[in-house]
């Protein structure tokens, strides 16, 4: 037997370990099961080459708790150490890894999200150990080995007595660390970071029912019988070829991955690229609402199949994170800052490979399938339109399958709308003037009054429209967006043929006069205009660079300080209305102002604007006025 100590230069490093990422201590199951999977790994590549002259056979890894000696079993049926191998992995290479690593982490703030922890590797069981053993044997034909450290540098080194190949952690655990002995818990921490590991994971067993013997009664009860009870899925979907994948295989990995999660998901996009970087992985679009702050950190970083984290910001593009899904790749680094991970070069290029497949898929499905998108297009739009604002190419490539909705329920692309509303939506100076309501309820009257006067309108409603428009203003040629209350029609798409006022000059200067006082304090602007006679005599506006920027300060952007504006309004009145000639023509001020109290409340009606008090007293006068 040897003793020896461990060579480190830091003589605490063990309540240095202890303390290291105190949140995270249930990462060394996460460690322990790696290393147990690399071993068993090497094995097979050996077996595979030649090298290893023995029977790879079907290994498994086992976790074993052990209540009333307070032990915690790590075993898997891998490579094995020898006595030799012992003294340079863990007493020389592991702490000298722990080392570095504590060194270059342990005045990091806990907050600086250093993303995996990767590479804490075996001494990551002093986290939760007051003493660790090794029972180790190799596949060379050597004796075995048992190695045991209390938690000081000071460890001992024996010839072991296990006879088959493969490694044994056991872990006493230290009395802060009790929840470790819990079934439960161990089982919580297998599922999280160990569901898809590719050597199945054994953790006691569990009752299978087997089928009735023929002939068996119906009362007879279905034989069972006592199996392992493995907890994870070796192969999962990501991992094999999207040919060998059926629709539904991708639905039951969903289901895998969101137990919890009762809609079927809308499409998915199969991830896989060996070159520049190596990255595998399924994104799924779930039903997306109008809510941006849906719930993020869906989307699953793997590494090698063990799971990291379920941050991905800045390795998926932002307005990627409201996917759900899996993403694998070994070529993420792990030991860094979030900041260092946004900064870095190969990083970079795999957010805009995924945008790029993102965008591809959209497409294709758009292309082969143009119903079906149609269809789903409410619930996908929120990521397309925040994907057309934050990148630029994925705009460029948006303009094939972004669709415009009418009110009515028509999708045109952009090019489709174009033709479709010129030359009745351009106006006298060549610019199209696309009209668009947010809510088909609330401005009805006012997608009436222009589908009556034979234009279309279109339902905008997500809650980043106001940023969309501006980006599609700016990036097309003689464009702009107006919504359907903004101004009247003829205000809206001016064309040349100006209607005749059949009132003078002088007498709209007073009935602008009459109206305003009457109106006092109600802070409308009023503006007259010469409007067919059939249309509304008094219609309230919301001037749309005002509103939209407000409505954008709101979401982020838009000009500073207009999101506590209060709302602005125009009362725009149709001199050539027969009711507004009686306005002008009434005697009384009595009768004149209960005319205009009555047209104006009528139009905050339409407008959605008349509640409370307000709307009490308008009901209350229209009774009077029918009686």
Request: glycine share 6%; hydrophobic share 35%.
């Amino acid at each position: 037997m040897a003793t020896g100590k461990i060579n480190v230069s830091v003589e605490n490093i063990f309540p240095l370990i202890k303390k290291f990422l105190y949140s995270d201590h249930e990462i060394f199951l996460r460690e322990l099961i790696s290393n147990a999977t690399d071993a068993t790994l090497k094995l097979k590549h050996l077996t595979s080459i030649g090298e290893a002259k023995v029977e790879y056979g079907n290994p498994i890894i086992e976790v074993k708790i052990d209540k009333k000696a307070k032990k915690l079993h790590i075993i898997d049926q891998g490579i094995g150490m020898t006595q030799e191998e012992v003294k340079k992995y863990i007493n020389e290479v592991a702490f000298s890894g722990a080392e570095e690593f504590l060194d270059k982490y342990k005045d990091a703030d806990k907050d600086a999200g250093i993303i995996g922890h990767f590479g804490l590797g075996f001494y990551s069981s002093f986290m939760v150990a007051k003493k660790v053993e090794i029972l180790t044997k190799s596949y060379k034909d050597e004796p075995a080995a048992h190695w045991s450290c209390d938690g000081t540098p000071e460890f001992t080194l024996k010839k072991g007595s296990k006879d088959s190949r493969g490694t044994e952690i056991i872990l006493h655990l230290a009395d802060d660390s009790e929840e470790f002995l819990e079934e439960a818990r161990i089982r919580e921490l297998l599922t999280k970071y160990n569901k898809f590991m590719p050597i199945p994971i054994k953790f006691g067993t569990r009752t299978e029912t087997l089928p009735k013997p023929e002939g068996a009664k119906e009362e007879d009860e279905a034989p069972t019988r006592e199996v392992d009870d493995i907890i994870n899925n070796p192969n999962p979907a990501w991992t094999k070829k999207p040919a060998d994948l059926k629709d539904e295989d991708y639905k039951s990995f969903y289901r895998e991955l969101y137990p919890m999660q009762f809609e079927e998901p809308l499409f998915n996009i199969h991830l896989n690229v060996d070159y520049p970087f190596n990255l595998t992985g399924i994104l799924y679009f779930p039903k997306l609402t109008n809510d941006l702050n849906i719930q993020k950190d869906r989307i699953q970083l793997y590494q090698n199949q063990v799971f990291v984290t379920d941050n991905v910001e800045g390795i998926v593009p932002e307005f990627l994170t409201m996917l759900r899904g899996v993403i694998d790749s070994p070529d993420i680094p792990l030991n860094v800052s979030r900041s260092y991970l946004q900064a870095d070069g190969a990083v970079k290029k795999i957010a805009s490979y995924i945008s790029r497949k993102v965008a591809d898929k959209l497409n294709s499905l758009f292309k082969d399938n143009r119903e079906d998108f149609e269809a789903k297009w409410n619930d996908i739009k929120i990521v397309i339109e925040y994907g057309m604002l934050s990148e630029e190419k994925f705009f460029e490539k948006a303009d094939a399958f972004a669709l415009y909705p009418t009110v009515e329920g028509a999708y045109y692309t952009f090019e489709e709308l174009k033709e479709k509303l010129s030359p009745a939506h351009t106006d006298k100076d060549g610019k199209l003037v696309v009209l668009y309501a947010s809510d088909k309820e609330a401005q009805h009257g006012y997608i009436e009054a222009a589908r009556s006067q034979g234009y279309e309108v279109l339902l905008l409603d997500s809650p980043i429209v106001g940023h969309l428009l501006q980006k599609l203003e700016t990036s097309k040629e003689n464009l702009s967006f107006a919504r359907v209350d903004a101004d009247h029609l003829d205000n809206l798409i001016k064309k040349e043929d100006t209607k005749i006022s059949k009132l003078s000059e002088e007498e709209k200067e007073n009935l602008k006069t009459q109206i305003e006082e009457v109106l006092g304090e109600k802070g409308y602007t009023v503006q007259l205009e010469t409007m067919d006679s059939q249309a509304a005599p008094f219609i309230i506006t919301e001037p749309e660079f005002m509103r939209r920027m407000k409505e954008m300060q709101q979401t982020g952007g838009g000009m500073f300080g207009m999101g506590n504006m209060p709302d602005m309004f125009n009362l725009v009145v149709n001199t050539n209305h027969e009711l507004v000639s009686e306005i002008l023509n009434t005697k009384t001020a009595k009768k004149r102002a209960r005319l205009i109290n009555q047209s104006l409340d009528l139009a905050r009606l339409s407008k959605g604007l008349l509640k409370g008090e307000a709307l009490t007293n308008f009901i209350k006068r229209s009774y009077e006025m029918v009686k």
